[in-house]
């Protein structure tokens, strides 16, 4: 897919931008603090209904206004066009979502339709940080190209924080009766969540070998393994699962009271991502973790590419900054070659060899607006 | 903003206690009615306080109502060996609307969750489990399709099962995360009509 144009309005410092961008590259150029930042993630939040930064829609609202939008058109592999408008109310804490003038009836349904792949500098909590960092990487991923995947985690963390409650206000005290329910629906989704990461790990793994051949060669091999909060081979099934998780529950009783939260499920799952065997957290240089998270992002980019018949479009943050010359040419051809991309840098010293024209354009951002080259400098 | 009448900031403050009402909209009420007549005024005031002093809830099923029981509980005309369980009266409304049910209601008053401080004490699951003899041979549980609703269906549905009473639940044909009040009529017709046994 491609975004065709978009309109910010009081999204974060936008108070009014439009653009009208290119069908392959896009460079946002900019001093620090202009919105060139928030512009990628005004995008996002056009193609998630979510921002891939702030967790709260109020966070994005420019300060002291009561409403944003955003709306624009964007143009599927197949050609056909599509105006999607985001609109967030702050007093009636409302969040429209409209297809060709048409209501989505729940926001997961859009998920999945107008995917995106997100490289900023937030993203290398992936590799260097902790579990939770990468389970909300693939939780990502795998929402994106499964609607009942999301439906199924948003639940899931819905329990644990019920569940959570009720161990908090126990005290330490016996509380396994109010608990039963909760444990049961822990169960249900919880199993679901598992399998399905279990299933995606084993259908990644192949993408992140080959996009790492793709950027460094085969001198290193990569691997990404799950090790779910309860042990399971490829075949589990998910009632086995069920009663794997109900047996760890019951283990953990008396830990969960004492520490009181919930200790099994999904929620504890970890990733791990090894170089030639050895654990990326532990050993890696600061240019291995560079290169395997590009690896992964580009990874990702060709799976959701498949998994939703849909070509993502690319947003790279900041992300020539952090990388050298050599590097970063690298990185810039090869998403060139992958789809429409959009691109935020302080400097054009990167972009000497790129002719602008229809196929690419560049941005001046000044003070959350679009300005001609001059009055940038 | 800040008006020069206390009078009206305590009424701009009594608006926007109300759910879904914000400042803005709490100012723009109140300034509203400064602006209406006095015995409109006065009507309004009136119905608000005859809502609290004649509606109450029905001794047997929970529902709002002026007579107790209530029209549903009280009517010859209904299948008294089905009971439709809901969490709030807006529910009732919603399962009537499709005209595909004629039996009996009972109204939970909420579904469990523990972070708005709800558990089983505080719904009224003792009153339909004191509802329940021989005379009753089958319970629907239509519960919100929410994480909320299915615990709570979870719950009952283990409560009832030494019972042996017929169970089912509507089907999860509805918007996942959306209300039962929201649903339209003929999203809800097909829940009805696909419930499963539990
Ligand atoms: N909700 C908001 N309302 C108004 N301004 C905001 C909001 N959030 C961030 N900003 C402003 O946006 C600027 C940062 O923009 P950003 O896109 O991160 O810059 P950069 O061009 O360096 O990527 C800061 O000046 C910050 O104060
Ligand atoms: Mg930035
Ligand atoms: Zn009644």
Redesign the pocket.
Known sequence: MKILNARLH????HSETSFDFAARMNV?L????????????ALSFFCLTKSFYASADA???????EFFEIDGMLESDNGKEFSLRVAYDNAQKSKKFTINNADAEKFSSVIGMFPVVVLSPENNKVTFGAPNDRRKFIDLVISQSSRAYMEDILEYRRVVRQRNTILTEAQGKECGALLTPWNEMLILRGARVIQKRNQFIREFTPYIADTYLRIVGEKETPKIEYAPSVPIEAETTVEEIQSRLAQKLARKYNDELRFRTSLAGPHRDEVLLSLNGMQLKHFASQGQHKTYLVALKVAEFFYLKERCNETPVFLL??VFSELDENRSQKLLSLVESLGQTFI?A?GEKMFGGVHWNKQRRKFF?K??AVVNEAMAA | MIYTSETIEQLIEEFAQLPSIGRKTAQRLAMHLLKMPREEVVKFAKAMVDVKDKVRYCSVCFNITESDPCSICSSQKRNRKTICVVEEPNDVIAVEKTHEFNGLYHVLGGALSPLDGIGPEDLKVKELLSRLNDDIDEIILALNPNVEGETTTLYLAKLLKPLSIKTTRIARGLPIGSDLEFADEATLTRALEGRVAL
Request: net charge negative; hydrophobic share 25%.
């Open positions: 009081n999204f974060r410092n946002l900019g001093e620090n603090g202009q919105g060139k930042t928030n512009a990628l993630e966070t994005v609202l420019m300060r002291d206004r943050d900041d935020t302080t951002i003070d959350g």
